[in-house]
C-alpha cells in the first residue's frame, strides 16, 4: 500500500507540472491559439511575458512556480501523514516530487509535450526545500534583469547562484545531497536555454521591455 501512496504522489507531481498554464491563458483570454507558435516558441512565462504582457506572464510565472511548490511540499506532506515513508526521508521524497514536476513542465502531456524551460517550476520546488538560498537567488534575478533586461541570462545566473551559494558556510545545507542538486538544477537550467545562449552570442536575444528603457 505504501508504494501505492507514492506512485500517485508521484502521477500527481508529473500532472501537475503538466498543467500548460501559458497555452490556456492564451487560449482563454487573449483567443491565442498556442502561444507556442509566437515569440521564442515555448510555453513559459518569459513568452508569455514577451507575447501577451506583464499581466499575463505575472500570472503565469506564479502558478508554474506554484506548480514546484505544491508538489515539492504538500505531496511529501500527504506521503508522511499517509504513513508511506518515514519523516527523516521527506526531503528525498520532496526533490523527487518537485523534479517530477519540473519534467512534467517542461515534457507536458497535455501539450504534446512542448512546454516551457522549467526556471519558474524550479524556483517554486526549491521555494518549498531551500527558501532562504532561492531568496537570494530572486534578488539576483531581479538585479541581472533590470541591468541587462534578458530573461534567459538573469534565469541561468540565478541557477548557477543557487549551486555556488550553497558551497558558503552560511547556506550550506544539511544534507551535502542538496548541494549536488544545486549543480544538476543549473545544468538543467543551462541546458534548457541553450537557443538562448546562442541568441546572446549572436546578439539577437530579445529584451523585456521596462518602462524606463526605451
Known sequence: MHYLYIALAFLAAYLLGSVPTALWVGRRFFNLADIREHGSGNAGATNTFRVLGPKAGSFVLFVDALKGFVAA???????VAQGAIAPEHELYYR??????????????????????????????????VAPATVGVCILVFIVMLLLFRYVSL????????????????QFRPQQPFLIYVGFVLAALLIYTHRANIGRLRAGTESRVPLPWAK
Not at 511540499?73 to 500527504?78: A, I, N, R, S
Not at 515534457?107 to 524556483?123: D, E, M, N, S
Open 95 to 128: 526533490l523527487a516530487c518537485g523534479a517530477l514536476a519540473v519534467v512534467g513542465h517542461i515534457y507536458p502531456v497535455f501539450a504534446q509535450f512542448r512546454g516551457g524551460k522549467g526556471v519558474a517550476t524550479i524556483l517554486g520546488m526549491m521555494l518549498g
Open 154 to 169: 538573469a534565469s541561468m545566473t540565478a541557477g548557477v547562484c543557487f549551486a555556488l551559494l550553497q558551497l558558503l558556510p
Open 73 to 79: 511540499f504538500f505531496l511529501p506532506q500527504w506521503l
